[in-house]
């Protein structure tokens, strides 16, 4: 009973002082391994489109389809082995601008990256206009 108490305890310490996944918040980077943290202002970034991009051609070769990649609106990365990426984008289709998510999964030091999930996301008439940049009537 002891042993098992210590182990509790222990236990208990380790999640107190273990923040570990990438966050920002006043300026200090904190960790939360399997959380998720927004890739605020890097949404647009070289790395970030590259696997947007990535993401809709390896669609279009599954699915046999001629998606075109318009720009990420939203990024969020997920410490695991490697990094999960989520991202949500703007693609067009058959001419017409549509709204995707995609996962894709990143271990850099393996020269490895898969497409987990590509759907149309379900989006709300305000998400809609606002990432797209619709203005309301006033």
Same mark, same amino acid.
């Given at each position: ?29 904190? %960790?939360?391994?399997? *959380? ?9 970034s ?16 599954k ?25 949500? %984008?703007? /693609?067009?289709?058959g ?10 999964? /990143? ?24 990432v797209?940049?619709?203005?309301? *009537?006033?």
């Open positions: 009973m002891k042993n098992f108490s210590i182990v509790i305890f222990s236990l208990l310490l380790l999640s107190a002082f273990s923040d570990l996944g990438l966050c920002q918040g006043d300026d200090v980077l904190r %960790m939360k391994l399997g *959380g998720y943290h927004d890739c605020e202002g890097t949404q647009n070289a790395e970030i489109e590259s696997l947007a991009r990535f993401a809709v051609q390896e669609h279009n070769k699915e046999n389809t001629l998606l075109e990649f318009a720009r990420v609106l939203k990024a969020k990365e997920q410490v695991v082995a490697g990094k999960i990426y989520h991202l949500t %984008m703007e /693609v067009i289709d001419g017409k601008e549509k709204i995707y998510e995609a996962k894709i999964w /990143v271990k850099p030091w393996m020269n490895f990256k898969q497409l987990q999930e590509f759907k149309h996301a379900e989006v709300g008439p305000a998400f809609a206009t606002s797209l940049g619709v203005k309301t *009537g006033h």
